[in-house]
Every structure is written in structure tokens, then in C-alpha cells.
């Protein structure tokens, strides 16, 4: 067999399958734009209470105007006012409907690249040991089908006999095959993906509709949008915002007629003097103005958005709460192998002892390892013929000695009756004790110098003489410091899972920089390891592949499996990574914070805007009655009516402006919260409250310039 | 003249700063029970104690045991007439005045449509009045502590009959005494006589009878110290007298004006540092401390600016102003409103605004006083707070609306966790994690009782103000035509709402005694008006964080870490003194424009 099970050492930036799409394309849009007018539809938009409140208000506006035109109504302000006030009502839901339904119809297009790998295909069902063939849709758990190279394997199972390369890049988008194998951790395939050689045989976990990814197309496509908790209290923060605006409209309405009455008294006039403070359509726009629509119109865009990112980093959550969960993390597992090390441990010195030579130690070890198809043997027989221009022989008729968890050492028996060991230091210190050998002097401290550097050191025996050390040593991947930094700075803490002894870990862990490490870790030890975290309130991720890992999996908050895992294990967690890249839960907790964040920065923005929209209205509203208020009007607005369009102008158009954020989401930081908190809060708080006095102030202008305002 | 008007301002925040540190640490050991009652008090306090309460026990406890004050407090009103330590036969008040009163005093509001001097008999200021002021006070302070309990996760939230005991036996009752005694030293009176009747030394000064006899003038007095140091101690600030601690008797000296004014600080200060030495946050409850004293030091510095070193502008020159407004039956649609110019009136204003003041305390303490009462929830007045410039009591509003600098004892503190549980809300999220508040995640629940709690306050000022500006209820009771009359109903229901109980007086709300024959017109409204909106305004936005604070305290607690929102750091100050200006302006700017502000800049008689 020359399928080599090794892992290709840079897997820290994997393709994307889907690179980042343009925001506005020309087809989701316009699909988008139709939807926007689909979903006025009342029973629709009532799901959305802030925008609900807006289309409420922009038909009150358009009865009055209706009752206007009839002349049921007095006009004191020219009617195009009303007109425009209006259209600009019906422009602000629309604007909001948009943002939501770009955000699905990207979604959709996402989705339907995945679906594409769904289609129907020709599957070889077992049947009494014979191959049928049969269409993929009629397959059930637990079918088992065959599949040769050059074929598309038909849904999402697990190899149970043979090995296999697999093109994975219908789904993951890397282009490199991959290999799964039966009986490992490694026998998760999934449907869609195509066979490049060899047979396996397939036993198939998922039936149709009913796979991890037809649950994650649901989700993108919106089709079962649960609201995450988070997204819940913040609804009904909205909804209370809008509330309060509503107790603090409505009674402008009584106050401005108490002015009116005071002012008609002072003039002596019998005709009602008429201020906008008592205007039902300007009542409304103020109100539109001060209801956090510009979050209320992006939250449901910011949420979709937020399973779409996951999705393009190749993640499938089963659900938006744990991608935003993901954002809450304190404790982060990571395997050792693999996530924080390159693959497995390599031979990289041979350390002889007493007589012995450096060559010596390598050709005995190699001999050992000759037969030796483990990571560490085949690593020992690359140093020694890197080290070596002379081959290593051994003699026909050896009998070679395979590792067990028993002996835990491995060799070969030469027919001269050579006993050649190579093993723990206790077992070969016991072996060559046992045949009558000595421990040399220095042996001790060899072995503890290779230990304390983190090393894994392997004795060699020939018989009863030891004859040196083999140093395995773990490589660290490429940069792993700085992600345990960068993940040291968001607040989480990282700790690394391996079999290791204490000692080789604690020296790992500190050469990669982990907060912590649990040595010779068993899938018990994992489990009480996160349910002991779990109990003092913190947040466990994990990442996992075997089946060994599902217990800890099902326990952790957060568990990614790697898509080529176990079933059992895909099973256990709440996500799964189809790159199979360990390192991917970075990625998955940025992209739970950067949805927080999101949303709480708009929702600070939108509120914070308010502020100027009250120093261009509350003037407005009273001109006619109480015109010495028109020192407030810091911006010196035109006219009444016009400050109110400004306001109104500004509050729609700010929506599509930030449709851009809400898709692509605000990029997170690792800063530490207070440094974080405080360039957000600057930035979109402080700014917040800036910009609608510029923004408002320049659309006065152009009104003006423009001869639409009188 | 910087330091006679500064002086007594910062010396009383200065004070009441430094008493605030030994003080907690006292309120919070009596209030975890770490002391060892006298026998005979352990003896009742195991027979008032009904075990541990949770949250929904102790705010019913709360609700019956308001329900019994109501009932007794109405009682001992409505028999007035029938009972003893009435010597000058004070009769029965208006039915909707008792309501009122009753409302007002079981929940530490006082807001006073009666005058107790002319109204109230001896029996009803020592059993109505002092008793409500000793326990209505205790009240609010009592529901803190609930919270504190349930934010740590205690197994209960305590008991709330023993936190009544120990807040009024431990904590009211000595400290009352030192001040009583204060009061009594400085000349207030203490007695169960009811009256003395005096020869005026100007011949008539009283009136004449219809032989023509001299009137001789009446002087009411009573145990005035006693009422007066609870009456500040417990942010009551339900006057002994009307004219409430303007009265020589409640208020006799500058130093009695400045131990008045202290003693209504020191509870409220105290409280929020043992919100942080009960829960173990010392610097979280510094930095909330930090906040409050910085907004009611700018509250209390705009009040004294704009009254003891600015102007009158009504009685300061202006020119000539010319204003287009529009006119339906002028042809043009407009016409122009002409403000003659004012040269200035012959009156010297280097003192500031001098009208309704006490000029024995000093220029700037009834300023400083009215600043100070509305931030506190106190409603006690020393001067006229109908009288000050028109901007400057946008101040003493702002304190009742945002009631929460540091607002009454426990509310004040109770009141500031809400706007907490919003800021960290938000800003939670802006650090890319679920919000949570001392380890507790905020959720659904929480936010939704937390906005129920603070919607309550701006709904019950802003809806009734609108319903009386626009009806005969508030036109016929105000006393100042325009932007004045407002701020008068305006001040009246923010005032009720914010369980204050002061008032623009000369707002038309007092009915008096039953048979009294000219009662203000629309006495009525007000009085049933003011009583819902006190009455809601208390029991909602003290049940309701009650709640949220078992809710809170029953989640696990999440550890800190770096990426945790840190409560104790200047960022967090910014973050919370933003979040409560800006909802506050949200809330009040469009009332403070039509009301003080409109007042300010606009010309007599408009304004000015």
C-alpha cells in the first residue's frame, strides 16, 4: 500500500470554498428588492415590531393626506410635504426589507452551492454481498454501499472496510485529496464527494433531508430561523425602545395644543393657530425618527449574515445559538497532535551511551524499526538514512516484534538469536535487566535532559547492552504562539489534551504557550476535566475527531467535529468543521463575537443618533408657537419642514449605508474588553451622536439647493 | 462672593462623601446581621422573624405590609376630628386629599397637597407622619438589600420584616436621635402642646374680629425636631409645617440648614458603598459613587450658577425682538409678534435671584438645597422652588427624572442598576460577549423586567402632564400663564412619579379641610392624579428588579477574564454616565424644551 497517512503540515490557511461574494450582486438583488415589497404585507413585517410601528405610521400618513385631498383635513403646510414625508415613511420599511431579504437571498446562494453537492447520484447498495445499483434517494441509515474510484459516494456515512483518497473539494474546496480510512479516526466521508482510488464500503448515517448539511441549508435559508436568546433580549430591547418613544410622542401631541391654546389666547384670535406639534404625520416622522430603526431594519440581517460567515469558513453550525455561543468561550481543548504539533513525533537525534556510537544507535534503531509502519518507526528510518549513506540489512528469517500496549516496545529477533528492543526507558531498562545486562551511569541523565525538553526519548537494547537513546521530538505548527496569544487576549484560555506524560507535556505546553495542558488524557479524564470547568460557570470548546471524543464532545458548550471524524463524534458536537482543520475554532469564536458585536454597536448607533434628530425637530414643532426655541437648532435647518425631511431623509438613508456592516459584520479585535468597549463605544457611540448633526445638516442643503423644500 | 456661594454646596457633598465610607460599613454589618441584639431585642426579632423569604414572598411581604400602612394611615386621617392631642379642633381633610396624603406618605413620596401646620392635628404628625416617615423609609432600603442577597446568590433574599426591624431599630432610630437633638439644640421645638396664641406687636397685624378687637396670632408648634430629623434622615421630606424646612421651627439657623441638608445625603451616599461592601465590589460601587456625585455635583453647580450668580431675566434689559409666526386669519398667513425691548428695572441682581429664598442661610443654599432634595428624593424645600430662574430649575428636574444620583434610600441605588443592566446590555455586546453583571448572564427575562421597572417612571410623567396640559384640569389649576404653568404640571406629576414630593407651588391642588369652602377647582384631579401616579411609580420599579436580581442571582456565575466587561474602571464610568444621560435626554428633552427651556429664552410673558 503507498498511501502515506501523513498530514500536510500547513493546514493553517485552508482554501475557501466560497470566496467572499460581492455584497450587491445583480441577481440576489433584484430578488431582493422584489422581496423587500412582498414582505409589507402586514402578517409579514409584524414579525419585525420596529418597522411594524413605521409601516403603521406611514399608512396613518397616507389616510391623512388621502383625507386631505378631499378636504376633510385643513392644510397649514404645502401638501407635497406630506407627500414626500410619506414616501420616505414607505422608503425606510423598504430600505429595511431589503437589508433582511439580501441577507437571505445571499444566504439561498450559499445554500444552493452546498445543495448542488446533493444531487442525486448512482449509489451500489449492498444486498446479500452483492452490489445493486440503485438511486442515492431511496438510501436509509444504515444501507451499506460500495464505492470505487472515479464515483460519487451518495450521502454521508462511514467507511467500514478499506482505504480510500477522496476529492473533497465539492465541499471543502481544497483542491488536495484526502485519505479516510476504516477503523480510525478518520472514517467520516460525506456525500457528494467523489472516490479518487481504491474501494470502500460505506455504511450510510444519514438519510436524505435529514444530513447535518440539509439542517445547516435550512438554517442559511432562513427556513427555520430560531432566534438566538441573545437576539431575543434584544428584540425586547427594541420593542422597549419603541415603547418609550411612543410615551414620549404621544403626549407632544396635548402639550403642543396647550401651547396653541396660549398663544391664540395672547393674539386674540378665534382661528386655531396650528403648530406641527399637533400634526399627526409630523407626530409620526419624529416618532420614525426616534424608534431604533436602523438596528430594528439590520438585526435579522445581522443574524443570517452571521450563519453565512460560519458557513464560508466552512463551518456548519446546527444552529445560530452555538456559533454565538461560540463568542462566550473561557476554555478552549485542543489535542496536542495535529492542532498544536505537526502530525506525530519525529526521530531527531540518537544519543549513544558508554561505547556505543551515534551510527550504532541508528542502525540498531533502524533494525528495530524496520518492519515498523508507525509514524515514529518510519521517522526513525528516514533520520538513520538521512544520517547513514549505508543501508541498514536485516538478515531473512528475523522475526519482528510488533508494538503492544502490553509490552510497549517493539523490535526484531535475528536468527543469531539477537534480541534487538526498542521501547520506554522502563521497559528496555526491565528488558535488559532481565538478560542479566547494567544500566550505563549516564543513562538517567540522558533520558531526563530529552524528557524536560518535551521530548519523547525511545531506549535501544541489543540483548542485555543498552545501547542508546532516540530522541522523538513533537514540531510545534508554524505560528501556533501567536494564536495562543491572540486567543490569550480575547479572554480565553487554551489547554492542550494529550496522552504525554506530565513532564512532556508541561515542557510542550510551555514551548507552544498554552494556558494549561492535561496529560495522559482518557476520555474520562476529559470528561471531568470540562464538567469541573463547566461547574465554576466558564464556557468549554472542544475540538474532536474520534469516537473516544464524543463523550467530551456532548459535554462541551461549543464541540466542533472534524467533518472527517467519526459519525459518533459528528453526532456528539454541535458543529462541524468540513476542512477537518483543528485550529478552526478560532475562527468559529470570532465569528460568534464579531455577531455581538454587530449588533451591539448598531444598536448604540441607532440610539445614539437620536440625539441630534431631537435638536432638528423639537424646534420645528413648536416655530409657530414657541419660536424662541430657535436657538436649539444648532444646525440652523432651513425651514420647519424642511428639518423634519432632513431628519426623516437621514434615518432611511442610513439604513442601506449600513447594510455593508450588518453582511460583513464589525471585525473583532483581540484587544481585551475595556480597550475593545472603549474604540466601539467611541466609535460608533460617540459617532453616533456626531454624525446625524453633519448628516442632517447636509441633506437641509442639498434640499435647499435643489429648490425642493419652500 | 465665590465663597460665600460655593462654600456650602461642596461642604456638603464633601461631608457627606467622607461620612458615606465609616457609614456603610455599618449599615452593611447591621444589615448582614453580624451584630448581637440586646436580649429583648433578639426576643422580638424571633418573633417578627417568618423564616427565609424568596422573591416572591418578600414582595408580598412588601405589598400587605404597604397594604396595612395604608389602611392604618387612612384610618388615623379620616378620625382625626375623634382623636386626642387636638386642641385647636382641626376637623376632617377632603376624602381625596387623605387618599393622597395616604399614598404619599406610605411611600416616602410626601408630596403634600395639605399644609400640616393648618391642617394636621399632633396625633396625626406623630402617628401618621412620623411613623411613615420612619417606615417608608426603611422600605426602599430594605428591597436593596433583597437585591444585594439575591446578586450574590444567597439562598434567600432574607426576611423582610427583620431588614424592616434592623433599618428602623439599628440604623433610623439612633441616627434620628443625633439629629433630633441637633435640631432641638439649634431651636426647633419639641412638645405635644399644639398652639400659642400671641399678642402681635402691631396692633392688628392679624386681622381684627368683628368688634374690632386685635387678632392674636397663632403659632403652631409640636414635636417639630423629632419630625424634622426623620423627615431628612429618610428622604421623606414631608414638611412639619408647610412652608416645610423654610419654617424657622424646622429650620431655625444656617447650621441647623446645613445639617438638614446633610442628613437627607448621608443614607442615600452610604447605601451604594454598601452595595459594594455587601456584594464584595468595593471598586464597582466606587466607580458608581464617582458617577452619581459627579452628576449631582453638575446638577447641584447649574442650580446655583444659573440662580445665585445669574440674573432674573425677566428683570434684566433686552432689546427689542421681532418674531415671525404664523396667523390663520391674516392674509399672508403670518404675522409678526413684536417683544418690546425692556431697559432693566431698577433692581440690583449681584446677589442673583433672590425671590423666595431664606436669607438667613446664605445666597446659594436654597439653590444648593433644591438640587440636592430632588437628586436624593428627598422633597424637602428651604426656598421657593416655583421662584427660581427659569433655568435653573431645569436642574431639580433633571434629578427627579433621571431620579438616580442618588436618588432615595435604596431606590436611588435600585434605580442606577437598571440603567446598569441596560448599559452593560449593550456595551456587553460591543465586546463580542453575552452581557453579564457581576458573572450573571443578562437574558430575555431580565432585560424585559429591568425595562418594565425603568418605563414605569417616564410614562407616569410624561402621559398625565400631557392629559392636564390639554384639559381644564391643568389650565384652571396653574398659576403662571405659558411655559411656567407647564413647568408647574409638569414638575408636579415628575415630582409624584419620582416619589419626591416637592413641589411648584402655586399649582392649584389643595382641597383642605372637607368643609373648607373655597377649594382649589380642580384640587380633585390632582389629588386622585398624583396618588396613582406615586402609588405605580413605587410598587413597579421595586418589585419588578426584585425579580431580576432573583433571576440574575439564580444563574451561574460566570468566572472573570480578559475578555470580560470589567464594572470598576473609567471606561465603565463613561459607559454609564453616557447611557443615562442620553436615555435621560431621549426621555425629557422635548418636555425640558416646552417647560424651563421655553421659559428661558422666551420674552414676558412668555417666559422670562
Redesign the interface.
Known amino acids: 500500500m503507498n498511501i502515506s497517512p501523513e498530514i500536510s503540515p500547513d493546514q493553517l490557511g485552508p482554501v475557501r470554498r466560497v470566496t467572499r461574494r460581492a455584497l450587491f450582486e445583480k441577481q440576489t438583488s433584484l430578488a431582493a428588492l422584489k422581496q423587500a415589497f412582498v414582505m409589507l404585507r402586514p402578517d409579514i413585517q409584524w414579525k419585525n415590531p420596529v418597522m411594524f410601528v413605521v409601516e403603521v405610521g406611514a399608512v396613518l400618513t397616507l389616510i391623512f393626506i388621502l383625507q386631505m385631498l378631499w378636504g376633510h383635513e385643513k392644510i397649514?403646510v404645502p401638501i407635497t410635504y406630506y407627500i414626500a414625508l410619506d414616501i420616505w415613511l414607505f422608503i425606510t420599511i423598504l430600505f429595511a426589507n431589503f437589508a433582511t431579504a439580501l441577507a437571505e437571498e445571499r444566504g439561498k446562494a450559499q445554500a444552493d452551492s452546498l445543495r448542488q453537492t446533493r444531487q442525486d447520484t448512482i449509489a451500489y447498495r449492498l444486498q446479500d454481498g452483492k452490489a445493486k445499483a440503485v438511486s442515492s434517494a431511496i438510501l436509509t441509515r444504515g444501507d451499506h454501499v460500495v464505492v470505487t474510484a472515479g464515483q460519487i459516494i451518495p450521502g454521508d456515512g462511514e467507511i467500514i472496510e478499506g482505504v480510500a483518497y477522496i476529492d473533497e473539494s465539492a465541499i471543502t474546496g481544497e483542491s488536495a485529496p484526502v485519505i479516510r480510512e476504516a477503523d480510525g479516526d478518520r472514517s467520516g466521508v460525506t456525500g457528494g464527494t467523489t472516490v479518487l482510488s481504491d474501494r470502500i464500503v460505506v455504511q450510510i448515517t444519514g438519510s436524505k433531508g435529514d444530513s447535518f448539511l440539509d439542517r445547516m441549508i435550512a438554517l442559511v435559508e432562513g427556513a427555520i430561523r430560531q432566534r438566538s436568546?441573545?437576539e431575543?433580549?434584544?428584540t425586547?430591547?427594541l420593542s422597549?425602545f419603541t415603547?418609550?418613544?411612543l410615551?414620549?410622542v404621544?403626549?407632544?401631541?396635548?402639550?403642543s395644543?396647550?401651547?396653541e391654546?396660549?398663544?391664540m389666547g395672547?393674539?386674540g384670535?378665534?382661528?386655531?393657530?396650528?403648530s406641527l406639534g399637533t400634526n399627526i404625520p409630523t407626530l409620526v416622522a419624529l416618532l420614525v425618527c426616534?424608534i431604533p430603526t436602523t438596528i430594528g431594519a439590520l438585526l435579522a440581517a445581522i443574524g443570517i449574515a452571521g450563519m453565512d460567515r460560519a458557513l464560508q469558513a466552512n463551518i456548519l453550525a446546527s444552529s445560530g445559538k452555538a456559533v454565538?455561543?461560540a463568542?462566550?468561550v473561557?476554555i478552549l481543548l485542543l489535542d496536542k497532535t495535529g492542532t498544536i504539533t505537526i502530525g506525530n513525533r519525529n526521530a531527531t537525534q540518537f544519543l549513544p551511551v558508554g561505547k556505543y556510537s551515534e551510527n550504532d544507535v541508528g542502525v540498531m534503531a533502524a533494525m528495530a524499526s524496520a518492519s515498523d509502519n508507525t509514524p515514529e518507526g518510519k521517522s526513525i528510518l528516514k533520520l538513520h538514512s538521512a544520517q547513514s549513506e549505508i543501508g541498514i540489512k536485516v538478515p531473512e528469517k528475523s522475526t519482528f516484534i510488533p508494538f503492544t500496549a502490553q509490552t510497549r516496545m517493539s523490535g526484531v529477533d535475528l536468527p543469531d538469536g539477537r534480541q534487538i528492543r526498542k521501547g520506554a526507558p522502563d521497559v528496555i531498562m526491565q528488558f535488559a535487566k532481565d538478560h542479566g545486562g547494567s544500566i550505563p551511569k549516564e543513562l538517567d541523565a540522558i533520558v531526563e535532559t530529552a524528557a524536560s525538553k518535551g521530548a519523547t526519548p525511545l531506549l535501544v537494547a541489543d540483548g542485555n547492552m543498552i545501547i542508546g537513546v532516540v530522541v522523538l521530538e513533537d514540531i510545534l505548527k508554524p505560528h501556533i504562539h501567536e494564536r495562543f496569544a491572540r486567543l490569550?487576549?480575547?479572554?480565553?484560555?487554551t489547554v492542550m489534551i494529550t496522552g504525554d506524560n506530565p513532564r512532556t507535556a508541561a515542557a510542550i505546553a510551555a514551548l507552544a504557550g498554552v494556558d494549561d495542558f492535561l496529560a495522559e488524557a482518557t476520555p474520562v479524564k476529559k470528561l471531568e476535566y470540562i464538567r469541573k470547568e463547566q461547574a465554576?460557570?466558564?464556557?468549554v470548546a472542544m475540538m474532536g475527531d474520534g469516537t473516544n471524543d464524543a463523550p467530551a464532545l456532548a459535554q462541551a458548550d461549543v464541540a466542533v467535529a472534524m467533518n472527517a471524524g467519526t459519525e459518533a463524534a459528528k453526532e456528539a458536537a454541535n458543529m462541524v468543521d468540513l476542512d477537518s482543520d483543528p485550529t478552526k475554532l478560532i475562527e468559529v469564536v470570532e465569528i460568534?463575537?464579531?455577531l455581538?458585536?454587530t449588533?451591539?454597536?448598531l444598536?448604540?448607533f441607532s440610539?445614539?443618533n437620536?440625539?441630534a434628530k431631537?435638536f432638528a425637530i423639537?424646534?420645528a414643532?413648536?416655530a409657530?408657537?414657541?419660536?424662541?426655541?430657535q436657538?436649539?437648532d444648532i444646525m440652523h435647518l432651513h425651514s420647519p419642514t424642511s428639518a423634519i425631511l432632513s431628519a426623516v431623509i437621514f434615518n432611511a438613508l442610513i439604513i442601506p449605508a449600513l447594510i455593508p456592516v450588518a453582511l460583513n459584520g464589525i471585525r473583532?479585535q483581540a484587544l481585551?474588553?475595556?480597550a475593545?468597549?472603549?474604540r466601539?463605544?467611541l466609535f460608533?457611540?460617540l459617532g453616533g451622536?456626531i454624525l446625524p448633526f453633519i448628516g442632517i445638516k447636509l441633506i437641509d442643503m442639498i434640499m435647499v439647493s435643489l429648490n425642493l423644500v419652500s | 462672593m465665590f465663597i460665600q456661594t460655593w462654600l456650602l454646596p461642596f461642604a456638603l457633598l464633601a461631608t457627606a462623601t467622607l461620612m458615606a465610607f465609616p457609614l456603610s460599613q455599618y449599615l452593611a454589618w447591621v444589615m448582614d446581621g453580624q451584630y448581637q441584639p440586646l436580649p429583648v431585642f433578639g426576643w422580638v426579632e424571633k418573633k417578627i422573624n417568618s423564616g427565609p423569604q424568596n422573591w416572591k414572598q418578600y414582595s408580598g411581604s412588601l405589598l400587605i405590609f404597604n397594604s396595612v400602612l395604608f389602611i392604618f394611615g387612612y384610618l388615623v386621617l379620616s378620625l382625626q376630628p375623634w382623636l386626642p392631642l387636638n386642641p385647636d379642633a382641626k376637623t376632617l381633610l377632603a376624602p381625596s386629599a387623605i387618599f393622597n396624603t395616604v399614598a404619599s406618605f406610605m411611600t416616602n413620596t410626601d408630596l403634600q397637597h395639605y399644609a400640616g401646620d393648618q391642617h394636621f392635628s399632633n396625633f396625626s404628625q406623630i402617628f401618621f407622619g412620623i411613623t411613615n416617615l420612619f417606615i417608608s423609609a426603611a422600605i426602599g432600603l430594605s428591597a436593596l438589600t433583597a437585591i444585594i442577597r439575591a446578586l450574590r446568590s444567597d439562598a434567600s433574599m432574607g426576611n423582610f420584616f427583620i431588614d424592616i426591624w434592623r433599618v428602623v431599630v439599628y440604623l433610623f432610630v439612633p441616627v434620628a436621635f443625633i439629629f433630633a437633638l441637633i435640631f432641638l439644640q439649634q431651636g426647633s421645638p419639641m412638645t405635644y402642646k399644639s398652639s400659642y396664641q400671641v399678642t402681635t406687636l402691631e396692633q392688628g397685624a392679624m386681622g381684627t374680629t368683628d368688634k374690632g378687637e386685635a387678632k392674636p396670632q397663632t403659632i403652631v408648634v409640636g414635636p417639630v425636631a423629632a419630625f424634622e430629623a426623620m423627615k431628612m434622615l429618610g428622604t421623606n421630606g414631608g414638611g412639619f409645617y408647610g412652608m416645610n424646612s423654610a419654617h424657622p421651627f424646622e429650620n431655625p439657623t444656617a447650621l441647623s440648614n446645613f445639617f438638614n441638608t446633610l442628613a437627607m445625603m448621608i443614607f442615600p451616599f452610604a447605601l451604594v458603598l454598601m452595595y459594594g461592601r455587601m456584594l464584595n465590589q468595593m471598586r464597582h460601587s466606587l466607580v458608581i459613587f464617582m458617577v452619581m456625585l459627579t452628576l449631582m455635583a453638575c446638577t447641584v453647580i447649574w442650580t446655583v450658577y444659573f440662580d445665585t450668580e445669574k440674573p432674573n431675566p425677566a428683570l434684566t434689559s433686552h432689546l427689542a425682538?421681532l418674531?415671525?409666526?404664523?396667523?390663520?386669519?391674516a392674509a399672508s398667513g403670518k404675522?409678526s409678534?413684536e417683544i418690546p425691548a425692556i431697559s432693566g428695572l431698577p433692581v440690583d441682581q449681584h446677589l442673583g435671584n433672590l425671590e423666595g429664598k431664606e436669607m438667613r442661610f446664605g445666597t446659594s443654599a436654597g439653590a444648593t438645597f433644591a438640587a440636592l432634595t430632588t437628586d436624593v428624593t428627598c422633597g424637602a424645600v428651604n426656598a421657593e422652588a416655583d421662584s427660581l430662574n427659569p433655568i435653573a430649575a431645569l436642574s431639580p428636574m433633571v434629578g427627579m427624572w433621571l431620579n438616580c444620583f442618588f436618588g432615595g434610600k435604596g431606590v436611588g441605588m435600585i434605580n442606577m442598576l437598571l440603567f446598569i443592566i441596560?448599559g452593560i446590555?449593550?456595551?456587553?455586546?460591543?465586546?463580542?460577549?453575552?452581557p453579564e453583571y457581576l458573572?450573571k448572564k443578562?437574558?430575555?427575562r431580565e432585560?424585559?423586567l429591568a425595562?418594565i421597572a425603568?418605563?414605569v417612571h417616564?410614562?407616569m410623567i410624561?402621559?398625565p402632564?400631557?392629559?392636564f396640559?390639554?384639559?381644564v384640569w391643568?389650565?384652571n389649576a396653574i398659576s403662571n400663564?405659558?411655559?411656567h404653568g407647564?413647568s408647574q404640571m409638569l414638575y408636579q406629576f415628575s415630582s409624584a412619579s419620582a416619589n419626591n414630593g416637592s413641589a411648584f407651588d402655586g399649582l392649584g391642588v389643595t382641597f383642605g379641610f372637607y368643609n373648607n369652602p373655597n377649594p382649589a377647582p380642580e384640587a380633585v384631579a390632582w389629588d386622585i392624579a398624583t396618588g396613582l401616579v406615586i402609588m405605580f411609580s413605587r410598587f413597579l420599579p421595586l418589585i419588578a428588579p426584585i425579580a431580576m436580581a432573583a433571576f440574575l442571582g439564580s444563574k451561574?456565575?460566570?468566572?472573570f477574564?480578559?475578555?470580560?466587561?470589567?464594572v470598576d474602571?473609567f471606561?465603565f464610568a463613561?459607559?454609564l454616565l453616557?447611557t443615562i444621560i442620553?436615555i435621560g435626554?431621549?426621555?425629557f428633552?422635548?418636555?425640558a424644551?416646552?417647560g424651563p427651556?421655553?421659559e428661558h429664552?422666551?420674552?414676558i410673558?412668555?417666559?422670562g
Do not use: C, H
Open positions: 397649514s436568546p441573545n431575543i433580549a434584544l425586547l430591547v422597549a415603547l418609550i418613544f410615551i414620549v404621544v403626549p407632544l401631541w396635548p402639550m395644543y396647550n401651547a391654546q396660549y398663544m395672547y393674539l384670535v378665534s382661528e386655531p393657530i396650528k426616534l454565538e455561543l463568542g462566550d473561557d490569550r487576549k480575547m479572554g480565553i484560555r465554576e460557570g466558564k464556557i460568534g463575537k464579531q455581538l458585536i449588533r451591539g454597536s444598536t448604540t440610539i445614539a437620536d440625539v431631537y423639537i424646534p414643532l413648536f409657530s408657537t414657541l419660536p424662541w426655541l436657538p436649539i473583532y481585551g474588553a475595556d475593545l468597549l472603549r466601539n463605544l460608533w457611540g451622536v | 425682538r418674531y415671525q409666526i404664523p396667523n390663520p386669519t404675522m409678534l441596560i446590555f449593550l456595551a456587553g455586546m460591543m465586546v463580542g460577549r453575552t458573572g443578562i437574558g430575555g432585560i424585559k425595562i425603568l418605563l417616564p410614562f410624561l402621559i402632564t400631557g392629559i396640559a390639554a384639559t391643568g389650565m400663564p405659558a411655559a407647564f451561574k456565575s460566570s468566572p477574564g480578559m475578555g470580560t466587561l470589567r474602571t471606561t463613561v459607559l453616557g442620553v435626554a431621549l426621555l428633552l422635548p418636555v424644551a416646552l427651556i421655553a429664552l422666551g420674552p410673558p412668555f417666559g
